[in-house]
């Protein structure tokens, strides 16, 4: 018998639900708004996939965003 090759899975992977807490970030996501969600997500899985500074400064850019849509009025 020769070896098993277990592909990772690319829609779900491994770091999106690897969070010590036991919690998949889109349970706690998808009651937020989308600018929100997002910059909580990368919070949530800084430094799981990609460099922590970019995963944090993603999340910034996210509050940024909403914070500029609250201030136009337009959320």
Known sequence: M??????ED???PKHYKDHP???ECIIITEHMDFCIG???KYLWR?????D???DL???IW???RKIKLLEKGDV
């Open 52 to 54: 922590n500074v970019q």
């Open 21 to 23: 807490s036991g919690v």
């Open 62 to 64: 996210y509050i940024e």
């Open 38 to 40: 997002n910059a909580v």
């Open 10 to 12: 690319a829609v779900n």
């Open 2 to 7: 020769g070896v098993i090759n277990i592909k």
């Open 46 to 50: 800084a430094g799981k996939k990609d």
């Open 57 to 59: 400064k993603k999340a």
